[in-house]
Nanobody, 120 residues
């Protein structure tokens, strides 16, 4: 069974950092683009970042450029999202998702999500 599991969310103060993990079971992430998508309260889902299969190319939403970093550890079958300089507007449920090949707005497999709350 193909499954994605996110972890690492939590409560953090503005300016703080968190690292989210997305671990796959039932398939290897080597052949999949992995995206992080977030959904803030009362809003729709928005893409945050993605890492492609080709050359591990990475993409970021303008709102997180320079603060978030996506990376892949093939030995652990895990993709990470390092989030620094967090702002209250980063508060959301963060989902990881997978699709074969390179980054695209649509995904085939989704995790259950992890809550990130940025607040004093």
């Amino acid at each position: 069974q193909l499954q994605l599991v996110e972890s690492g969310g939590g409560l953090v103060q503005p300016g703080g950092s968190l690292r989210l993990s997305c671990t796959a079971s039932g398939f290897t992430l080597d052949y999949y683009a992995i995206g992080w998508i977030r959904q803030a309260p009362g809003k729709g889902r928005k893409g945050v970042s993605c890492i492609s299969v080709t050359d591990d190319s990475t993409y970021y939403a303008d709102s997180v450029k320079g603060r978030f970093t996506i990376s892949r550890d093939t030995s652990k079958n895990t993709v990470y999202l390092q989030m620094n300089s967090l702002k209250p507007e980063d508060t959301a449920v963060y989902y990881c998702a997978a699709r074969l090949g390179d980054c695209s707005p649509t995904y085939d497999y989704w995790g259950q999500g992890t809550q990130v709350t940025v607040s004093l």
